[in-house]
């Protein structure tokens, strides 16, 4: 059977035995009324501690919570000021806001498509901020992390790094999401390990933080009745747990196949205008995203070809933070070279996803490699 069209990204294909252990899981929660809370997120947190290498994981609602959640725990307070990428998903900016801060935009760097050590120092020396976000965004890590991690340190500047797309990538060989100060990650279910509705978790090594980011979660609760801070109701619930817990078993296999996808691209693509980009050399990425580059002028001319052979595709992301219509009135500064914009035009994102097929790969490429030979 020849392939005729292949989405961006399809959630339905599990492991053998996967939808009926969840469903015989979830009537268990039933039976046991085991709704918010219980033994099943317990076992989540505990799996996802050994696998990103961190002393503490807390489930919470979703990932832009777990950011929000992460800014409160580490002390930043109204009118702070917080640095984020220029190059990021909304979610990003938005946390600060939500918290009351302040938000500065910081240019990315147009090779890494994130933040260079140059750029961050820039930054921080001129606008002295209280936090920092840095974000790792399309499965891959920040080439810098290290640098930018000891400057931010040497420069009392809380180092926030929001993981919503790389779980399970390395950098240098040490976990991302392991080794951070604090770091949020998302569980929406797009994501390479994704729940079967919203939830996220935040990461830490910090007892205190820690301690912090559970009372948050739940109402300030510091008793069942007593509260000590202003939270939020952000529990991450018990069949998202179970599902997630189910689906960890799994990952390493789920990263494999992205990872392939990923690889199989660049071996085939690589010579065209249609430029795929890898992670830096020291990063160990996931496979989340197959990205691609391509002169802005001739992005709309593939995208149409990439419609009428019924693949989808993906532009992440599409505009930088700084030009956002919703950012304008709580922007306090930013630094831009014009390299997130530029990014956000040229970037096209090819299907990706866990067990695609080497026919549905093969189908996408040479469709793309038919378009210029045009």
Same mark, same amino acid.
């Given at each position: !059977?020849?392939?005729?069209? &292949?989405? =961006?990204?399809?959630?339905?294909?599990?492991?053998?035995?996967?939808?009926?252990?969840?469903?015989?899981?979830?009537?268990?929660?039933?039976?046991?009324?085991?709704?918010?809370?219980?033994?099943?997120?317990?076992?989540?947190?505990?799996?996802?501690?050994? =696998?990103?290498?961190?002393?503490?994981?807390?489930?919470?609602?979703?990932?832009?919570?777990?950011?929000?959640?992460?800014?409160?725990?580490?002390?930043?307070?109204?009118?702070? $000021?917080?640095?984020? @990428?220029? !190059?990021? =998903?909304?979610?990003?900016?938005?946390?600060?806001?939500?918290?009351?801060?302040?938000?500065?935009?910081?240019? &990315?760097?147009?090779?890494?498509?994130?933040?260079?050590?140059?750029?961050?120092?820039?930054a921080v020396n001129e606008f002295k901020p209280?936090?920092?976000? !840095?974000?790792?965004?399309?499965?891959?890590?920040? @080439?810098?992390t290290i640098a930018i991690r000891q400057f931010a340190k040497d420069n009392k500047v809380l180092?926030?790094?929001?993981?919503?797309?790389?779980?399970?990538?390395?950098?240098?060989?040490?976990?991302?999401?392991?080794?951070?100060?604090?770091?949020?990650?998302?569980?929406?279910?797009?994501?390479? $390990?994704?729940?079967?509705?919203?939830?996220?978790?935040? =990461?830490?090594?910090?007892?205190?933080?820690?301690?912090?980011?559970?009372?948050?979660?739940?109402?300030?609760?510091?008793?069942?009745?007593?509260?000590?801070?202003?939270?939020?109701?952000?529990?991450?619930?018990?069949?998202?747990?179970?599902?997630?817990?189910?689906?960890?078993?799994?990952?390493?296999?789920?990263?494999?196949?992205?990872?392939?996808?990923?690889?199989?691209?660049?071996?085939?693509?690589?010579?065209?205008? %249609?430029?795929?980009?890898?992670?830096?050399?020291?990063?160990?990425?996931?496979?989340?995203?197959?990205?691609? !580059?391509?002169?802005?002028?001739?992005?709309?001319?593939?995208?149409?070809?990439?419609?009428?052979?019924?693949?989808?595709?993906? /532009?992440?992301?599409?505009?930088?933070?700084?030009?956002?219509?919703?950012? /304008?009135?709580?922007?306090?500064?930013?630094?831009?070279?014009?390299?997130?914009?530029?990014?956000?035009?040229?970037?096209?994102? %090819?299907?990706?996803?866990?067990?695609?097929?080497?026919?549905?790969?093969?189908?996408?490429?040479?469709? &793309?490699?038919?378009?210029?030979?045009?």
């Amino acid at each position: !059977m020849s392939i005729t069209q &292949v989405p =961006f990204i399809t959630l339905n294909r599990f492991e053998p035995g996967f939808k009926e252990n969840f469903l015989k899981g979830v009537t268990n929660l039933v039976e046991k009324t085991q709704f918010v809370g219980g033994p099943v997120v317990g076992e989540l947190e505990e799996k996802l501690s050994k =696998f990103v290498g961190a002393k503490y994981s807390i489930g919470c609602a979703n990932g832009t919570d777990a950011i929000q959640i992460a800014l409160r725990a580490v002390g930043v307070e109204k009118n702070d $000021l917080v640095l984020v @990428p220029d !190059m990021t =998903f909304w979610a990003t900016f938005e946390a600060v806001v939500n918290v009351g801060a302040n938000p500065v935009t910081v240019d &990315v760097n147009r090779e890494s498509c994130h933040w260079d050590l140059a750029t961050f120092q820039k930054a921080v020396n001129e606008f002295k901020p209280k936090a920092a976000i !840095m974000v790792h965004l399309y499965g891959w890590a920040n @080439p810098d992390t290290i640098a930018i991690r000891q400057f931010a340190k040497d420069n009392k500047v809380l180092l926030i790094e929001d993981g919503a797309q790389c779980f399970g990538t390395k950098i240098d060989n040490q976990s991302i999401l392991g080794t951070a100060l604090i770091s949020t990650t998302s569980f929406y279910p797009a994501k390479v $390990l994704g729940a079967s509705g919203d939830a996220g978790a935040i =990461f830490t090594n910090d007892e205190e933080i820690n301690k912090t980011c559970r009372i948050l979660i739940n109402h300030g609760r510091t008793d069942h009745y007593s509260h000590g801070l202003i939270g939020w109701n952000s529990r991450i619930g018990a069949y998202e747990s179970l599902f997630l817990s189910l689906s960890i078993d799994h990952i390493e296999k789920r990263l494999e196949s992205r990872r392939n996808a990923v690889k199989y691209y660049h071996e085939a693509l690589n010579q065209l205008p %249609l430029k795929p980009v890898l992670a830096q050399k020291n990063v160990w990425e996931n496979g989340y995203c197959a990205v691609g !580059m391509i002169d802005p002028k001739d992005r709309p001319h593939l995208i149409e070809t990439l419609k009428k052979a019924n693949i989808g595709f993906g /532009t992440i992301y599409p505009g930088a933070m700084s030009l956002q219509k919703g950012a /304008t009135q709580y922007l306090k500064g930013k630094i831009d070279n014009g390299n997130a914009h530029y990014i956000s035009q040229a970037v096209l994102n %090819l299907p990706c996803f866990a067990y695609i097929t080497e026919e549905e790969l093969n189908y996408v490429c040479q469709t &793309v490699k038919k378009h210029f030979q045009k």
